[in-house]
Structure formats: C-alpha cells, structure tokens
C-alpha cells in the first residue's frame, strides 16, 4: 500500500448539508444556531470598527469559522470543559459569555475574563499551541476521577507544527484522556499556507501517531461539525481522546496588523465566500422551509445588542495598572508581590 493510502485511508470525513443528510435537531435548536452564527458575525464587524477608531488594539477575526466555532460548542455540555485559543470569539458567544465581557477582553481588559470558571472554560492562550497542554491536562484529571466529562480545545493548523502539540497527544492517548482536540484548519498560519505548513496530507493523520483517532469534518457545514464533535465528545467521556480536523478558511485578515492580499488571490477568498457557513445554512433553513421573518429580523436585532454591549464595555473603567500582577497565580507568591509594590511605588511615586 503506498505511504498516503496508510494514513489518508483511515480519515474519515464527515460531511451532512452537501451528503443530502440530516441530524436530529428540532427547529428551535436549528433557529438557535443561525442566530448565534449572526451574532458572532455582527461581533466580528463591530470589533474590526472598533479596531479602525482606535478603541481595541488588535483583533483576530473569526468570520468564516462560525459553523466550526458554534457546532463544536453547540455539541458541548455545560458541565464539561472548553479550552480556547485566541480566535475563538464565536465559541465565547455560544458557550454563554456575556458580549460586553469579551469585548472588554479585546480592549485590553482581564477582568472581561473574569467568570469564566463558572462556565467551565479556561481563559485565551496567545502562546500558539500551549493550550493544548490544558485540553490534555483536563482530560487526565477527569480520566483520574472517572468521571464522564470531556473536554474540547481548540486550536489552528499552524499550531499542529508545535511540539507542545505533540507532547499533548501523546499525553492524552497514554492517560486515555478526555479530551478532544478541535482543530481549525483554516488553511492559513497567518501568511503560511497549510501545503507548506506540513507534508502530512491531513492534519487528522497526526493523530493516529498517537494512537488516537483522527477524523476530518467539513467545518462550514455546521450540522455536520454537531455531528462529528457529538461522536468525538462521547469516545473522549470514555477515555477514547480524539482529534477533529475541522475544514474551513479564514474569509478576513489574521488580526487587523495583517493585510492578506498580499499573500493569497482574490480568487481564492472569492471560491471561500460561495461556501460561507451562514449562506450555506441559511440555503439549508430555507430549504427545510424554516426560513421566516423571525430569522431575517435577526440580523437587526444582533447590531443592536451587539452595539449596546461594545458601548457597556466602553463605559466601563479602565484597571489599574499592577492588575496584571493578580492573574498569575491562586496565590501570589512573595517575590511577586514585592514587584508588584515596587511598581506601585515607581509609578504612583512618580505621578
Ligand atoms: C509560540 C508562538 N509563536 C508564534 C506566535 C505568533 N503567532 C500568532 S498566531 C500565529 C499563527 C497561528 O496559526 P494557526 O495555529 O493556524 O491559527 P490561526 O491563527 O490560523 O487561527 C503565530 C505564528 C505566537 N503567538 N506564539
């Protein structure tokens, strides 16, 4: 057998829409996940406005990976864990955060990552690839406990080269942790394309080194994501950890100090834009005859809460300086604290 056929042979990809399949969801649920997906869209587009006047720093957008974001949160329980990244503002939005919390976040503001414990998710890892440690070391504790929990962390193709990705896998399959690894690949490692990111043909075949199973999904078909994130969430709670090769593409720049014009043709972006999850789904709903005014009025009603919530966050107090000093340990340990002091004084001292 040739050296792809062993590895690409046992990747299975799921796909729903496009296979002409269906999975058990009842109207409402579909409704809820179409609103979401606007939502998270409408955040996307206030953040990147609020980027331009000044009031966020850097932002990295989401749009285009919303069915991957929303179906894999969608299929979560809420008493199970969710590990992020740092694009995963859509999944923040489905998970339950409240809107003018991660805006905060994105001004510059930890205390918008306050909270978060209560929903069972863990704050944004920048450092690429380390969260994966955390989606491994979750999975263990619950293995450890036999519980029947799992944990779902995200993270890039880009990061999939990182040996702290490695060392996660390898941990999870020996521990039979519960956890699964979600995958975006959204083709791009800001400007490096996924062709020459790796030489494997999937991403999910990195999985299998390991001892796990990998699969792939078509990540803008959000029913297949549910579906695929479903069975991936119920081998994990049986210490069966799984990697989830989600298939998507990254429609706007990586952060907005990015210009990707420079690195990819219109072309490309254009073929992306006919695949757009939302329109894909949207397509889906009307065809199943779900499509109502309700769903078209959304749209409105999303700018709306989505403008008052970016205004909440920038009414909002600015933090102290010496916050940052808090966040790092439960408990602080003394050299920390004598920093901390020193600052306070250099500073407060100088005003
Ligand atoms: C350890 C580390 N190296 C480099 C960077 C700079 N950096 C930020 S995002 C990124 C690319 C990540 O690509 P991918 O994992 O595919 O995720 P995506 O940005 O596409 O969501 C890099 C290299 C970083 N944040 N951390």
């Excluded at 409402?28 to 179409?34: D, G, I, M, V």
């Excluded at 003018?100 to 414990?117: H, P, S, T, V």
């Excluded at 880009?158 to 896998?169: C, I, M, Q, V, W």
């Amino acid at each position: 057998m040739a050296r792809e056929e062993v590895y690409t042979g046992s990747i299975e990809k799921v796909e729903v829409m496009d296979a002409g399949d269906d999975i058990d969801l009842d109207e409402e649920a579909l409704k809820t996940l179409y609103k979401n997906m606007v939502l998270a869209r409408k955040f996307d587009e206030k953040a990147f406005a609020l980027q331009r006047r000044g009031d966020i720093s850097t932002y990295a957008p989401h749009k285009g990976q919303e069915a991957a974001q929303i179906g894999a949160m969608f299929a979560l329980k809420d008493d199970d864990w969710m590990v992020p990244s740092f694009r995963e503002t859509a999944a923040f939005i489905m998970r339950g955060a409240p809107l003018e919390k991660i805006f905060q976040r994105w001004m510059g503001d930890a205390n918008g990552q306050k909270g978060l414990a209560e929903l069972n998710t863990l704050p944004v890892a920048i450092p690429v690839g380390t969260q994966n440690l955390h989606t491994t070391g979750l999975g263990m504790a619950m293995s450890f406990k036999d519980d029947d929990n799992a944990v779902i962390g995200f993270t890039g193709d880009g990061s999939t080269s990182e040996g702290d990705f490695h060392e996660a896998l390898n941990f999870a399959g020996v521990y039979e942790a519960h956890s699964v690894f979600f995958v975006q690949n959204n083709q791009y490692a800001i400007s490096m394309p996924r062709e020459k990111q790796t030489k494997s043909e999937t991403i999910a075949q990195k999985a299998l080194a390991y001892g796990i199973e990998g699969l792939q999904v078509d990540g803008n078909d959000i029913l297949a994501v549910i579906k695929a994130t479903r069975e991936a969430l119920e081998k994990a709670r049986n210490g069966e950890p799984v990697l989830v090769e989600a298939l998507t593409y990254r429609l706007e720049d990586h952060t907005t100090s990015d210009d990707s014009s420079r690195y990819r043709d219109e072309e490309e972006v254009e073929k992306w834009k006919e695949n757009d999850p939302i329109k894909r789904f949207r397509e889906y709903l009307e065809e199943k005859g779900i499509w109502s005014d309700e769903l078209e009025d959304y749209e409105e009603e999303a700018e709306g809460k989505i403008d008052e919530a970016a205004n909440k966050a920038l009414e909002m107090d600015d933090p102290e300086f010496d916050e940052l000093f808090d966040y790092v340990y439960g408990e602080m340990p003394e050299l920390l604290a004598e920093e901390k002091e020193e600052l306070r004084e250099e500073v407060v001292g100088n005003e």
